[in-house]
């Protein structure tokens, strides 16, 4: 069965730290790799992920993908209170769904 | 609509009452998928149409759950005699399915259910 794990599961920082969180993933056929954002009710995009070694950035955000160990991590550097929320991944399996972990739930206290 | 649309956004029911959930999807994306996010849970896939193919149903948790998508755009969500375990959030996204690649999702609002 496929799988996604998030770790860590919860994350509470002060402003101004940097943050790695993680991505684990054990699919049959794997397309890509998809961080998503949310803080309420919607997710929101955050970077897809198709090759090893190639770091995606947005602002203070970056992410990388390793096929070989089948992992991605997403970077926060100088956190601010705006970054809490839950970070999702997703892998997309080529089997017309997205297979999501459990999230990461970050908390950065001002 | 620029965005995915959901509604209600929020449904409070009684326990065996029926509740429809409907999603309006981006404009000219085919591929839709529902999901389902328990209080403090990841998103657990329920249904998924791609244009004028047979749905996945795979996800879907029993047969009192159901889901149709008309005219290839908006797509409605039922459950029938709910439990109070189907509370949680219901979130609809759709994609522009492209070949290579699936491209990424893009979530509604969510549709809040509580069963009392």
């Known amino acids: 069965e496929d799988k996604v794990v998030q770790s860590p599961l919860s994350l509470v920082v002060h402003e101004g730290d940097t943050v790695t969180l993680n991505c684990s993933y054990e699919?049959?056929?794997?397309?890509?790799l998809l961080w998503y954002k949310q803080e309420k009710k919607a997710p929101t995009f955050l970077f897809m992920l198709?090759?090893?070694?190639i770091e995606k950035k947005s602002g203070r955000l970056s992410s990388i993908l390793d096929k070989k160990e089948l992992f991605s991590i997403l970077n926060i550097t100088a956190t601010q209170t705006g970054d809490s929320a839950v970070y999702l991944c997703?892998?997309?399996?080529?089997?017309?769904?997205?297979?999501f972990g459990p999230g990461t739930r970050l908390s950065v206290l001002p | 609509g620029a965005g995915v649309s959901q509604s209600p956004s929020n449904k409070v029911t009684e326990k065996g009452k029926d509740v429809e959930l409907r999603c309006d999807p981006i404009?000219?994306?085919?591929?839709l998928y529902w999901y389902r996010q328990s209080l403090g849970q990841g998103l657990e896939f329920l249904i998924y149409?791609?244009?004028?193919?047979?749905?996945?149903k795979s996800g879907l948790p029993s047969d009192r759950f159901s889901a149709e998508r008309t005219g290839g755009s908006v797509s409605t969500l039922t459950i029938q005699r709910t439990q109070q375990e189907d509370s949680a959030v219901y979130l609809c996204?759709?994609?522009?399915?492209?070949?290579?690649?699936?491209?990424?999702?893009?979530f509604g609002e969510g549709s809040r259910l509580t069963v009392l």
């Open positions: 996204a759709s994609s522009l399915a492209r070949l290579g690649g699936a491209g990424e999702l893009f």
């Open positions: 699919v049959t056929n794997f397309r890509s």
């Open positions: 198709t090759s090893s070694g």
């Open positions: 997703a892998v997309d399996n080529y089997g017309q769904n997205f297979v």
């Open positions: 404009s000219g994306h085919t591929a």
């Open positions: 149409f791609q244009g004028n193919s047979a749905p996945d």
